[in-house]
């Protein structure tokens, strides 16, 4: 396995790796999630590139920037174990220089749910993997489920911007009790980690009640609240059934819904979501 710093190295060492390319874009402190996405990956070309970035832009002016949890060494032996063949770790300063001005904003897949509560992330998001596509020129870039909303926008990225990408969408990985698996788990302390099922179990029961016959879009979200009400530590910021490909909410009897939520417990912001559709559908 490779590593490098300096976009000119990416470069030298890109030229060396066979093709098709598999990108896989992480913020780092790697969990099974991440290393789901490295297999895939491995599994479906000739060659890896991982990426290792806490992108400052996707942070608004009261989240978590600083504190966001890094281990490289780790996450270094385990995409060796992996099988990468090269891990991109960029300074900031070289991605974002001085005087910074040029942005890529998806405009109106960005505006609802998480683009809602975090005005701006989905044009940090955007823009660092308009730059990383850049930079590595993969055939193939893959993305996890559970940021259901940021590989819509990415899916819209790359189709408006001609990029000759295929993006491949991989399950959500969860814990044995149904948590998301995500870096931010790690802020939980042991009452909240037990507080945090609540987002499966509401999705959960939305599911097994759309399966069950019920079809209206507001009553699997009425579903899904009460679910979370029954937890003292749970504060909902949204709970959506949305159109899987526009994001806009939906109304009256559904055929297929992304169902999703995000959900503060104590100080963590968690996001969670399932995909609903009727059987037959695609």
């Known amino acids: 396995m490779i590593r490098v710093t300096p976009l000119a190295d990416l470069r030298a060492a890109l030229a060396a790796q066979a093709r098709p390319l598999g990108l896989v874009p992480t913020m780092g402190y790697l969990h099974e999630g991440h290393l789901s996405l490295l297999q895939r990956a491995r599994a479906e070309c000739a060659s890896v590139c991982v990426s290792i970035f806490v992108n400052p832009t996707q942070f608004g002016p009261a989240e978590d920037l600083a504190a966001y949890p890094r281990d490289l060494d780790r996450d270094l032996r385990l995409l060796e174990q992996g099988g990468a063949d090269l891990v991109w770790t960029p300074a900031a300063e070289e991605l974002y220089p001085p005087g910074f001005q040029t942005w890529v904003s998806v405009e109106s897949l960005s505006t609802p749910l998480e683009g809602a509560r975090r005005p701006g992330h989905f044009r940090g998001v955007a823009t660092i993997v308009a730059k990383l596509f850049n930079a590595c020129e993969p055939q193939r870039a893959y993305f996890g ?9 990415i899916r819209r990225l790359t189709t408006d911007l001609s990029y000759p990408i295929e993006i491949i969408v991989c399950p959500t990985v969860r814990e044995p009790d149904g948590l998301a698996m995500s870096s931010r788990n790690a802020y939980l302390n042991p009452d909240e980690r ?5 987002l499966y179990r ?9 399966e069950g016959g019920q079809k209206e879009a507001e009553a699997l979200r009425q579903t899904m609240r009460s679910v979370l009400e029954s937890e003292p530590l749970a504060r909902p910021d949204y709970v959506s059934a949305a159109d899987p490909d526009s994001l806009e909410e939906l109304h009256g009897p559904v055929e297929r819904a992304l169902l999703s939520m995000a959900v503060h417990i104590g100080k963590t912001a968690l996001i969670d979501n399932v995909i609903v559709e009727e059987s037959g559908g695609r």
């Open 145 to 153: 489920q559970k940021d259901a909303q940021q590989a819509a926008v």
């Open 194 to 198: 037990r507080a945090a099922t609540v």
């Open 202 to 210: 509401a999705l959960t029961a939305a599911r097994t009640a759309f």
